[in-house]
């Protein structure tokens, strides 16, 4: 007996989850514990799904949504390959959330003037900007800035600290 | 200590501390110009506590240019050129002599009486009444230093002149002007946000600035003497690299209130804002030639940093800077006739100059973490922020490469310096 009720749960779990993060590849594994509390008294047939998950996925540290910042090689603002499900994840959001607003502030590493990389972080903000309302935020939600060279996240005058700093937050 | 100056002086490469008191900066001279005047200041005569802040400020400054050596004057005090007996002074090796008398007037005012005497030709170079108000032993000794500058070289002197910089400690910020041998410090803000590119009033009356005081880059223009201050460019995005032109009736700016970083121009109360560049890639770091014709800019249209230049009217738009490397923030030498920017290759930034005429770089520093050059208002020296036991500090090349100097504030990082009329 217990152990069908562990199994109606487990399904329960799958099927939540699977509804919840359709993009994310390796989302069933790590499952959030309290939502399986939740979920388990409701005495629903197998594929139902989840009634009431209260938790805001911008708030679900397992969620794409948790990663908020975007990387660029030097002196290159376009959006990299592996950076884009994040930011289309976020747009996804905004989109499904009009209340919700973004702060975007674009950053460079040392190597430039700073009156270039002022310019080179503003249109590093930008790009997420745009590529956030192609896939569905609107213009409203969204203010993009540039801090360029002047608010290093690291520092030192190396790679490693280079390629934390050429960065665009994504800030709610 | 000013027998130590003067032994350290005498030789052709030489580096020198010179010892300020109560100065925000310290400086240290590395190098020495080709010929150097050998001149003899003689404390003047009158208030000797006066005389001796001024003697002071005329050796330390005549010195910080590499283009003098101090001819000891030892036992020796002549006031007017009567008590001069040019033997001894030739004899002793000099070349000019600076003698004369300081007193305090009536109304509080500081009046030095100071000659400069040829002592090969015997004969007088210049005279002249220096007066400042109360408390300005400074002002007083630079002019002089301004005039047997001027004498001695044919080129203006500097040392009246003043400087702008940030001065970043930790998170904080403060926009500074100061003489240009770091004395005489005045802050023009400061605050717990960046602070980036000041821009001197071609009058010196004013300083524009980048503060991101409200979270993203806006220009402000400020008094230095009333220290009002109003936004002159606050659009959405980042408004930046503020630019006089030599009229100071309009300043170039850079917007992206449309898109990318594009050059504007408006006027200082931020009315009449015009759009004069639309490439649509960064297009930024304006600089007006002396007669206000041209602008340099940086852009990126060509697919990496280069130097530009347009007419401020609109038109041809043309590259200056070709070949290796990645080059930014340009800036008119005085005279018009070249530009002073950074060039950055293999991952190194040097100060370097460029004939219009020539199209020919010519690389002035090592190399290191070197950017934002200015040139005094003489054209013979550029001020540029560099680095220097892990602090930013601000540096000085004479523009034939021979004479450098170091300049490190009290505590924290120097940054974006300008020079200043």
């Not at chain 1, 203010?143 to 520092?155: D, I, L, Q």
């Not at chain 2, 925000?24 to 009158?46: D, K, N, T, W, Y």
């Not at chain 2, 503060?211 to 936004?231: G, I, P, W």
Request: charged share 20%.
């Amino acid at each position: 007996m217990k152990k069908l009720v562990i199994g109606i749960m487990l399904v329960n779990l799958l099927a939540a989850c699977a509804s919840q993060k359709p993009k994310e590849p390796e989302a069933a594994a790590p499952a959030p514990a309290p939502v399986v509390a939740e979920a388990a008294p409701a005495p629903a047939p197998a594929p139902a799904p989840a009634p009431v998950v209260e938790v805001d996925p911008l708030n679900d540290p397992n969620n794409i949504l948790s990663s908020r910042s975007v990387y660029y090689p030097f002196d290159v603002s376009a959006v990299q390959d592996a950076d884009k499900p994040v930011v289309q994840a976020h747009a996804k959001y905004l989109s499904e959330h009009a209340a919700r607003n973004v702060r975007l502030e674009g950053n460079c590493d040392e190597r430039g003037s700073n009156e270039y990389n002022l310019a080179l972080g503003q249109r590093r903000a930008d790009g997420v900007k745009k590529m956030l309302m192609l896939g569905g935020a609107k213009t409203g939600q969204m203010e993009s800035v540039s801090y360029g060279e002047e608010k290093p996240k690291a520092s030192g005058h190396n790679e490693a600290a280079w390629s934390q700093n050429r960065r665009t937050d994504i800030k709610y | 200590m000013l027998l130590r100056v003067i032994q350290s002086v005498i030789g052709s490469l030489f580096l020198l501390h010179v010892s300020m008191a109560n100065a925000e900066l310290s400086i240290e001279i590395i190098g020495a110009g080709e010929h150097q005047v050998p001149v003899a200041i003689v404390p003047f005569g009158g208030d000797d506590k006066l005389a001796l802040a001024i003697n002071d400020v005329v050796v330390n400054d005549l010195l910080r240019s590499g283009l003098f050596r101090m001819i000891d004057a030892e036992g020796k005090s002549p006031h007017e050129p009567a008590e001069v007996s040019y033997p001894e002074w030739l004899a002793r090796g000099a070349e000019a002599l600076a003698i004369g008398t300081v007193a305090v007037q009536a109304n509080g005012r500081i009046e030095a009486r100071f000659r400069l005497l040829d002592v090969v030709k015997q004969a007088e170079l210049a005279g002249q009444v220096v007066s400042a108000s109360d408390g300005q032993a400074r002002a007083v000794g630079h002019r002089i230093a301004d005039l047997i500058y001027e004498k001695m070289t044919g080129d203006k002197g500097v040392f009246s002149t003043r400087i702008a910089y940030v001065n970043r400690r930790g998170q904080h910020f403060r926009l500074v002007v100061a003489d240009s041998d770091g004395y005489n410090e005045q802050t023009v803000l400061s605050q717990n946000q960046p602070i980036m590119s000041p821009s001197w009033s071609p009058d010196g009356s004013h300083l524009a600035y980048v503060s991101f005081e409200t979270d993203h880059a806006v220009v402000y223009v400020q008094s230095l003497y009333t220290n009002q201050r109003k936004m002159l460019a606050g659009f959405s995005g980042s408004n930046s690299a503020p630019a006089w032109a030599p009229n100071g009736k309009q300043l170039a700016v850079v917007l992206t209130r449309d898109g990318s970083s594009q050059i504007y121009l408006i006027r200082p109360d931020g009315t009449g804002v015009q759009r004069i560049t639309f490439s649509g890639e960064i297009d930024t770091e304006p600089n007006f030639s002396p007669d206000g014709q041209y602008l340099l800019f940086t852009s990126d249209r060509g697919g990496s940093p280069q130097i530009y230049r347009m007419p401020v009217k609109g038109g041809v738009e043309q590259r200056m800077t070709f070949g290796e490397g990645t080059n930014f923030s340009p800036r008119h030498s005085p005279d018009g006739k070249g530009f002073v920017f950074t060039h950055l290759v293999s991952g190194k930034f040097y100060i370097a100059v460029q004939d219009f005429q020539t199209g020919q770089m010519e690389i002035l520093t090592e190399g290191g973490w070197e950017k934002r050059p200015s040139f005094a208002p003489n054209g013979k020296l550029i001020m540029f922020a560099s680095e220097a036991r892990e602090r930013g500090i601000l540096a000085t090349v004479s523009s034939d490469g021979r004479v450098k100097q170091r300049m490190f504030t009290q505590s924290g990082d120097a940054r974006e310096p300008v020079w200043g009329p």
